[in-house]
């Protein structure tokens, strides 16, 4: 999984798409998952990133962190999207 | 290290420049309390989801209502529409203020006795009155409202019968100028039915014509409507001083205030839109005091006023059970109750706040209730921070008709609780059990077993 690397990230959760002038708000922990992902952080590792910071158990980041990146897929964010 | 509050990711498309006129952010603040009641509590307490009421809100509503129209108009009655809420704790709120009771059928009918309300001072309406319930009618002395003229002919049979003279009014319907026009209860003014129904009623001396009703719709949001009415009933009602020299009793001008919620597609919430009483006071009281009676004739004015009373003290509280994303990517939210107890999301738009502290971030969500049934939507179009399973929610202005009209569809319906101005709850109805439900069910020998 890995989004598209042209991506602008503001510290403050706006996401800027140059490729198609949209751009996006996301919240702080959302923004933290984009940022690993941009690295290329691995899912497993973000996701055990998430469980040592976030007070929530390894389903709910499992559950939530799946929605969210289908969500990417789903705004065409991601790199096999196009 | 201690770890950090969590909450879902969440990212959301900025459209800006795209008009949207229902707004972006609508709930800025949680709703974790109710007249000092801690939501969470109350759900421990009571079970998910279930509807609350706030006693001191009804108390502060009738108080309200009472108000605007006794300070305009010197005889003032208001009959507590049972219809939109008949649970027993909830009239008798009503009734320990002041209230007499308007009910539409025989079970109605009974439970208005049994509360405690003399006969005379409970008004019976509604198109379908048994012989049962009119012989009780007459015999407790109430005023009965006729609906139309086969029920005029058989209450003049029973009088003569019963060789008692029964107190009655009629129902009006009429033009206020409103669409659609509301003309299928009682007779019409314009046409002159109203007009024979009187002189039959007077003629016919079986019956005592005591009072003229009306009910001109419901949800109004023009105050303006009423003032029509009352002209047409008070014109009614000097034509009877005049023709026959009787003074009618009580004009009733029915229900049909509307409360704040939000109607469906409205551009602005109920709050700032709908009309307070003392609009509506003015445009009744007004048309009445100077239709042109003396002033020992001026009819008592009767109100039936039901949602406007109780819906503002009514809540639901409720629980997500699953989050969701559609296939156009929307996120969706299954709440533990839907359309079956909660049957006015048809038409408002209520208004949805969480029950927990959360963070500035929002998204668009639709919100579906648990039922196995694609109708099943509380709300289409809401944002919303984002909740979590087994997160709490408060649904608004729910008091009205949602108690009564609710259905045992595929779940149990959930308790009532009673926010006491004592600093207590009180369970003012169990919530259902499947023996409550099968107490009816009759199974025939032969069904009674089967091999598989």
């Known amino acids: ?82 | 290290m201690k770890r950090q509050q969590y909450e879902r990711p969440l990212i959301q498309r900025i459209n800006s420049g795209i008009m949207n006129k229902f707004g972006t952010k609508t709930e800025y603040a949680p709703v974790t309390h109710i007249d000092d009641f801690s939501v969470k509590e109350l759900i421990k307490q009571y079970g998910s989801p279930v509807f609350v009421i706030s006693e001191k809100t009804m108390r502060d509503t009738y108080k309200e209502a009472n108000r605007a129209f006794k300070t305009r108009y010197p005889k003032v009655q208001f009959a507590w529409s049972y219809k939109t809420n008949y649970i027993n704790a909830v009239c008798n709120v009503f009734h320990q203020e002041g209230s007499w009771a308007e009910v539409v059928s025989g079970f109605e009918y009974k439970k208005a006795l049994q509360n405690g309300m003399p006969g005379n001072k409970i008004i019976f309406n509604g198109p379908d009155k048994t012989d049962e319930d009119l012989i009780s009618a007459i015999n407790n002395n109430s005023p009965i409202h006729i609906d139309h003229l086969d029920e005029l002919y058989r209450l003049t049979e029973l009088a003569d019968e019963m060789k008692k003279k029964p107190n009655v009014a009629i129902r009006v319907n009429m033009d206020t100028g409103i669409y659609p026009m509301w003309d299928r209860f009682g007779f019409n003014y314009e046409n002159g039915q109203a007009w024979d129904a009187i002189n039959k009623i007077i003629l016919g001396d079986k019956l005592e014509l005591v009072g003229l009703h009306t009910h001109i719709g419901t949800f109004m949001l023009s105050p303006s409507a009423y003032a029509i009415a009352a002209n047409k009933l008070a014109d009614l009602a000097l034509g009877v001083k005049k023709k026959f020299g009787r003074t009618i009793q009580y004009i009733d001008m029915g229900g049909g205030f509307a409360s704040k919620n939000t109607l469906k597609g409205s551009y602005l919430p109920g709050s700032d839109t709908s009309p307070d009483f003392n609009q509506f006071a003015e445009a009744i009281c007004t048309a009445l005091l100077n239709a042109g009676f003396v002033e020992k004739d001026l009819p008592l004015l009767v109100l039936e006023t039901g949602r406007a009373m109780i819906d503002d003290a009514g809540y639901l509280l409720g629980s997500v059970i699953a989050n969701k994303r559609l296939s156009d990517g929307r996120r969706a939210t299954i709440m533990d109750f839907g359309v079956n107890i909660l049957f006015t999301a048809f038409w408002y738009s209520h208004k949805i706040s969480p029950a927990q502290d959360f963070s500035t971030y929002t998204e668009d969500t639709v919100l579906y209730g648990p039922l196995c049934m694609n109708i099943d939507v509380v709300r289409d179009q809401i944002t919303l921070p984002p909740l979590k399973k087994d997160d709490h929610v408060v649904v608004h202005t729910v008091g009205a008709y949602n108690m009564t009209q609710w259905m045992q569809f595929i779940s149990m319906r959930p308790a009532v609780v009673m926010l006491g101005l004592d600093g207590k709850s009180h369970l003012i109805r169990k919530r259902e059990t499947i023996e409550n439900i099968e107490a009816n069910e009759v199974m025939p020998e032969y069904l009674l077993k089967f091999k598989i």
């Open chain 1, 1 to 82: 999984m890995s989004i598209k690397k042209n991506l602008a990230l503001s510290d403050t959760g706006f996401v800027f798409n140059p490729s198609t002038g949209d751009s996006y708000s996301v919240n702080p922990i959302g923004l933290e998952i984009l940022r690993m992902l941009k690295e290329n952080k691995k899912d497993e590792d973000i996701k055990k990133h998430l469980l040592a910071t976030y007070q929530a158990d390894f389903e709910t980041i499992e559950k939530d962190y799946y929605d969210f990146v289908k969500g990417l897929e789903q705004l065409k964010l991601t790199e096999n999207n196009g």
